[in-house]
C-alpha cells in the first residue's frame, strides 16, 4: 500500500491496518510512521519489490490495497482485481488505476494501458454492495 492509505490506520492509532499480514507500505517520505513486526517501510521502487515477493516460493497472494497511485504503478504486475462496489455515485474521487509513474530512467510517464478483464465472480449483498473478481483476459 502506499503511505496515503497507511497513513488512515495510523491516524487512527493504529500501528499496522493488517497485523495479520506481512505488510510493504511504499513512500517517499518515511519519516514519522511507526515501526512494526511484519511492517515494512520502504522507498524502494515497488515494481522491483513486487517482482521480487512474486517469485518467492509461497501459498500466499500479494494483494495491493489503497488507491490508484501505487496501482498506476503497478498496474503490469495486477494479475486480477478484486472490488467492493458501493451503491452509490461519486461526482470524482480517487481512480482505480491513476497514471503511472515514470521510473527514474524513463523519459516519460507512459500512459496506462487498455486491460481486457475477465469476471470470475460475483456476490451481491443486502447492503446493496457487490463483490467482484475480475482476471486479465
Not at 36 to 61: F, M, W
Not at 81 to 97: D, E, H, M, S, T
Not at 115 to 128: C, Q, W
Request: hydrophobic share 40%; glycine share 10%; net charge negative.
Amino acid at each position: 500500500m502506499g503511505r496515503a492509505t497507511h497513513q488512515v490506520a495510523v491516524d487512527e492509532g493504529l500501528v499496522s491496518g493488517y497485523p495479520h499480514l506481512r505488510q510493504y507500505v511504499f513512500t517517499r517520505r518515511p519519516d514519522g510512521l511507526p515501526a512494526e513486526d511484519g511492517l515494512t517501510i520502504t522507498t524502494e521502487d515497488p515494481v522491483a519489490v513486487v517482482r521480487k515477493l512474486k517469485a518467492e516460493e509461497s501459498d500466499l497472494d500479494d494483494w495491493l490495497c489503497g488507491g490508484g497511485t501505487l496501482a498506476g504503478t503497478l498496474v503490469d504486475e495486477i494479475d486480477e482485481f478484486r472490488l467492493k462496489v458501493n451503491p452509490f455515485v461519486l461526482g470524482r474521487g480517487i481512480p482505480l488505476v491513476g497514471a503511472r509513474t515514470a521510473s527514474p530512467d524513463a523519459d516519460a510517464t507512459p500512459a496506462v494501458p487498455l486491460i481486457g478483464l475477465m469476471r470470475r465472480r460475483v456476490k451481491a449483498f443486502d447492503s446493496g454492495v457487490t463483490y467482484v473478481e475480475y482476471a486479465r483476459a
